[in-house]
């Protein structure tokens, strides 16, 4: 239902927008005839000084419709009438409407709350890639690249840009320790991949506050209590989810020191982490793993000798084992036990072949196994709430951090948008209302701010989109308009011929109708398969 939320906040946006195009018409002396919220057809409408305010039935967009739209009307209220620089200034209002907006929400976050310390993690690795082939894993943190510090995801994928096709020094933080690799971003990579074929993972620092107890279960066990904030893990500092989540997973089978504060007090507390292993979620008939008896439900506790704390450990030994029969040691609870078999908690010694699969290949998939890593709420026996962490910003730098703040998300856009032009991603990558309602409930899911500001976040982020995407130079959108009316200025004032603007601009609603169609179906694909932004 939290996805819901999407329809207020793009109405607010679209309004803004269409105000922009209405006091843009005004002030330049064109009569304007009706204000409309929604696509036609009308549902309701009122008329108020001689402008027609409406409801529509289609919920998404908006429009300003002003005299002399059709190109025979010369009135001096009608906007064919007008000068070129006027005609214009008519149609780029919407977009700065949307951009003020955005900055005012951006500066307002900024000197109310502060700024957040983004942390950029690697969510995946594509085989294969350069970033594979440096030894890059998921998890790792990107600490400093050619010897700058990382700040945020966009300035990484600036960096990298900038050197494609030469050798780029990532230094990264793994396990408490740092290293540095050396990664060469390539020129034309293949679509979705990106130039190091790395999946980013941005994380705001958070702290980390103790929200629920499972009764019996590790965390209640070790003394730890409803409200206890987590400061550290055997003294590694818990500044974000990714790092409580890595430094319990590598600590399984272990008892580690808890420390928290309760109270205002720092208090120490031993957690013995339980072991759970890789759960197998599903298992190919016929494959290798189904071969050597491996079932769904079943824990891979180790491979090899090598216990299984993540995925990453699984990965690791997986691949060292290619094109030999690998010892695997599993736990079989009752869910997975069938008749015959041993009865449930019980370790299982298997002997599983492993295909000699190419480095670019998906090693799960070469062994037959879809397989998660488990969760550390459920390991530990609680769930855990975040709160972000802001740092506090002086009176004369909110202004300049709020612009530098809407720049840096300007770019990011525009740069995404090159990426679908030249084919780096995919169409899926877009979202339309409904990918924009999935995002919004997933937002609210997983943010650790509170709902109103990953809202107006979100706002903001949309407004800059709305405003950069509808000043392109694409036939329908604004910014297509705009360009015939350069032209017009470009010729000495001679305007291109009205029908075959209007056969250009046709052509245009056709295929943006035609993208829309595309969009609306993977957004519905994206909820029916399970799959999320996040």
Do not use: C
Not at 194 to 216: C, H, N, R
């Amino acid at each position: 239902m939290d996805g819901l939320l999407i329809i207020p906040v793009l109405a607010i946006l679209i309004i803004a927008h269409e105000l922009g195009h209405y006091w843009a018409a005004r002030s330049v002396g064109v009569k304007v005839e009706e204000f409309g919220i929604g696509i036609p057809p009308r549902a309701k409408g009122w008329e108020r000084n001689g402008v027609i305010w409406s409801l529509n039935w289609i919920p998404f967009g908006g429009f300003v419709r002003v005299k002399g739209e059709d190109a025979g009307d010369m009135s001096a209220d009608s906007m064919n009438s007008k000068p070129p620089l006027q005609r214009g200034f008519f149609l780029i209002a919407g977009s700065f409407m949307n951009v003020v907006l955005a900055l005012a929400l951006i500066i307002a976050l900024v000197g109310f709350l502060g700024v957040t310390q983004e942390r950029v993690y690697v969510g995946s690795v594509v085989p294969g890639a350069p970033a594979a082939g440096a030894g890059i894993l998921a998890d790792d943190r990107i600490v400093r690249a050619n010897g700058e510090e990382i700040e945020d995801s966009g300035q990484l994928i600036a960096i990298t840009n900038d050197n494609r096709g030469q050798p780029l020094d990532l230094t990264l933080q793994r396990g408490g320790e740092e290293l540095t690799v050396s990664v060469t971003p390539r020129e034309n990579p293949p679509a979705g991949q990106g130039a190091t074929g790395l999946g980013l993972l941005p994380i705001t620092s958070a702290s980390i506050e103790i929200e629920t107890l499972v009764p019996g279960g590790a965390a209640e066990t070790a003394g730890i209590q409803v409200g206890d904030r987590i400061l550290a893990i055997d003294g590694v500092e818990m500044t974000d989810s990714v790092i409580f989540n890595r430094t319990l997973l590598a600590a399984q089978g272990e008892t580690v020191t808890l420390t928290v504060e309760r109270g205002g007090e720092r208090i120490d507390l031993p957690l013995a982490v339980p072991f759970a292993g890789i759960d197998v979620t599903q298992v190919t008939v016929g494959a290798p793993a189904s071969v050597a008896g491996v079932l769904p439900g079943d824990a891979i506790l180790s491979f090899n000798g090598v216990p299984l704390r993540d995925a990453a450990s699984f990965g690791s030994a997986l691949t060292a084992a290619r094109g030999t029969t690998a010892s695997v040691l599993i736990e079989r609870p009752l869910l997975a036990s069938t008749p015959g078999s041993p009865v449930a908690g019980t370790q299982l010694a298997l002997s599983v072949p492993v295909p000699a699969f190419a480095d670019d290949a998906d090693y799960l998939e070469a062994l037959g196994l879809a397989a998660s890593q488990p969760r550390v709420d459920e390991l530990i026996g609680t769930s855990a709430e975040l709160a972000v962490i802001y740092a506090d910003v002086p009176a004369g730098e909110v202004l300049p951090t709020g612009l530098a703040d809407a720049w840096d998300q300007t770019t990011a856009m525009v740069d995404g948008i090159r990426q679908l032009v030249t084919g780096e991603q995919p169409l899926s990558g877009l979202a339309g209302p409904v990918g924009m309602g999935q995002l919004t409930g997933e937002l609210l899911d997983q943010t650790g701010e509170a709902p109103w500001v990953a809202i107006v976040r979100l706002m903001t982020l949309l407004s800059l989109n709305l405003a950069v995407l509808n000043l392109l130079p694409f036939p329908a959108l604004d910014g297509g308009r705009l360009l015939f009316v350069i032209i017009e200025m470009v010729r000495g004032g001679r305007k291109i011929a009205p029908e075959k603007e209007g056969i250009v601009h046709f052509a245009g609603l056709v295929i943006l109708l035609g993208v829309m169609f595309v969009v609306a179906f993977n957004d519905i694909r994206r909820i029916v398969e399970g799959n999320t932004f996040f």
